[in-house]
């Protein structure tokens, strides 16, 4: 069966310090994979997506930058750090099935609180 | 563009009394819809989704939601809540083809409060 994991689950970090979240997808092969952030008492922002190794889609500006060195890899990382950046970041995968690929639910990790300081 | 909204940010019902909650997107096409429950800290998990068919669709612990069309609305009900179903709960909308990363579009979600 599919799993997905992310680490780690709770970050506290300075304003200004760099940022490495890291997602990994097992049991699948070439899942779309995303980044979404939740901020207190507000819906889910996605920011980034995957399609295959090495394609990264940003959805909105930021601060922050995303990486997909493996294929079941997704990683969030920023240089330096902001306040605005606090919030509960969630990695999601979906699979891939031929002539359905966007009626597929997304499975999502269980996220990272991150608080910068 | 594609959007989801849920009118109601928090709702509080008694245990054992029914549940509904309200979702309307907009989307051009015939949409692809689901709803997720989040508990506090947690991930999200899929409760059900609707492709095609049968414009009633039934999901895991109780939940079912209603396709309408012509109110472009997808809501979510269960006849009697239980003290767990306390939770955030998400719906959303399938956009783009999957060349453009099939994401999900969110609502801002309703907080569900269950009353002993």
């Known amino acids: 069966s599919q799993t997905i994991h992310q680490w780690p689950a709770t970050l506290v970090q300075p304003v200004g310090s760099p940022l490495s979240l890291e997602c990994t997808v097992e049991g699948t092969s070439n899942p779309n994979l995303y980044w979404y952030r939740q901020a207190a008492g507000r819906g889910l922002q996605l920011l980034f997506y995957?399609?295959?190794?090495?394609?990264i889609s940003s959805e909105v500006p930021q601060n922050l930058s995303a990486s997909r060195p493996q294929d079941r890899q997704f990683i969030l990382s920023s240089k330096k750090l902001l306040l605005s950046d606090s919030g509960f970041y969630l990695c999601?995968?979906?699979?891939?099935?031929?002539?359905?690929?966007?009626?597929?639910?997304?499975?999502f990790g269980n996220g990272t609180r991150l608080t910068v300081t | 563009a594609q959007s989801v909204t849920q009118p109601d940010i928090h709702i509080t019902v008694s245990e054992g009394a029914s549940l509904e909650l309200r979702c309307n997107y907009s989307?051009?096409?015939?949409?692809?819809l689901f709803w997720y429950v989040q508990s506090p800290g947690q991930g999200l998990q899929l409760l059900l989704k609707y492709f095609s068919g049968d414009t009633l669709v039934q999901g895991i612990k109780g939940f079912e939601a209603e396709f309408k069309r012509s109110q472009s609305s997808f809501n979510l009900r269960k006849p009697s809540v239980h003290w767990s179903d306390a939770a955030e709960y998400f719906c959303a909308v399938a956009s783009g083809r999957e060349n453009q990363g099939g994401k999900l579009i969110f609502g801002q979600g309703t907080e569900l409060s269950v009353k002993p």
């Open positions: 999601a995968w979906r699979g891939r099935a031929r002539g359905t690929g966007y009626n597929s639910p997304l499975h």
């Open positions: 995957s399609v295959g190794i090495g394609q």
């Open positions: 989307y051009g096409a015939t949409p692809y």
